[in-house]
């Protein structure tokens, strides 16, 4: 699998197996706001998918990392 294919199996392809498509598995308006933020490109390298420096759960942050640089 590529890196993509990878993601979209672990994100929208889930939530259409289990029908909750019209839910989760997307970033849309009215969707479930779950998001995680990684430095670097998991297209590039999928792991940096194993060093998640912010998470949005249900729409509020519940984990912010500094990143090396930033301001």
């Known amino acids: ?27 849309e308006a009215g969707k479930y706001a ?9 297209l590039r390298d999928i792991n940096a998918l194993q060093n998640v420096r912010f998470v949005m759960k249900g729409g509020r942050v519940v984990k912010e990392a500094a990143i090396v640089g930033s301001r």
């Open 1 to 27: 699998m590529t890196p993509i294919e990878a993601i979209r199996t672990a994100t929208l392809s889930n939530a259409e197996l289990i029908g909750w498509q019209d839910r989760v598995g997307a970033i």
């Open 34 to 42: 779950d998001l995680i933020a990684v430095q670097g490109d998991p």
